[in-house]
């Protein structure tokens, strides 16, 4: 089956700054790769997504990007800000009816 | 229009208890998946119906779990003598798909479980 590894586990950052989160993937045949927020109590709301025939998408402070090659995606988000403090999950799938394999999560705190 | 939701958001269960957790997907939903959070991880994967059809079960870690969705709307996820080890948050997502522009999911707030 997929194994999906994340990393940091935690990151702190200064308000203004950017945070990347990294993941790695073992399934070639993963072909959609969706980024999720957490905040704590909360559902997972998408954030941004990449399919596997793009390398990059970004949205406003926020993009991913995707090298299918070397198997893994990053999330970059730009001039963050103290409501971006939450946990970030990445997640592989193989598409229609297919289950997300979930990262472990990052925790990002950002410090005002 | 509504969201994912849930109910009960949240359940004490005394170990040996029979629970039932609903989920009432986004209307017109095709697809439907149940997830296991245990704290501090991520999601992990249950099951899946494609309308009244449960397609894969594989995620079930016993046969405590048993899963429908009888007229392809609504699904209960039922836990038969549950265990301390049941305890977490379990969510439901549903996808309007299948279509690879549609198999985008979407979380309900979870009903998070606690056996005593």
């Known amino acids: 089956g997929e194994n999906v590894e994340q990393h940091p586990s935690t990151l702190s950052v200064q308000e203004g700054d950017s945070a990347v989160i990294k993941c790695t993937y073992s399934?070639?045949?993963?072909?959609?790769f969706p980024w999720y927020k957490q905040e704590l109590g909360k559902r997972p709301q998408l954030i941004i997504d990449?399919?596997?025939?793009?390398g990059e998408k970004k949205d406003q402070r926020i993009a991913v990007t995707l090298n299918k090659t070397a198997k893994h995606f990053s999330l970059h988000i730009t001039e963050t800000q103290p409501e971006d403090s939450a946990v970030y999950f990445c997640a592989a799938s193989k598409g229609i009816g297919n289950q997300f394999y979930f990262g472990t999560g990052t925790s990002l705190t950002v410090i005002p | 229009g509504a969201g994912v939701s849930q109910s009960p958001r949240y359940k004490v269960a005394k170990r040996g208890q029979d629970v039932a957790l609903r989920c009432d997907p986004i209307?017109?939903?095709?697809?439907l998946f149940w997830y296991q959070q245990a704290l501090g991880q991520g999601p992990e994967f249950l099951t899946y119906f494609q309308n009244e059809a449960q397609l894969d079960k594989s995620g079930l870690p016993s046969d405590r779990f048993f899963a429908e969705r009888p007229e392809g709307s609504v699904s209960t996820l039922k836990i038969q003598r549950t265990q301390q080890e049941d305890s977490a948050v379990y969510l439901c997502?549903?996808?309007?798909?299948?279509?690879?522009?549609?198999?985008?999911?979407?979380f309900g707030p979870g009903t998070r479980l606690t056996v005593l």
């Open positions: 997502a549903s996808s309007l798909g299948p279509s690879p522009s549609t198999d985008t999911q979407y």
């Open positions: 399934d070639s045949a993963s072909n959609y």
């Open positions: 209307s017109g939903h095709v697809s």
């Open positions: 990449i399919r596997s025939n793009v």
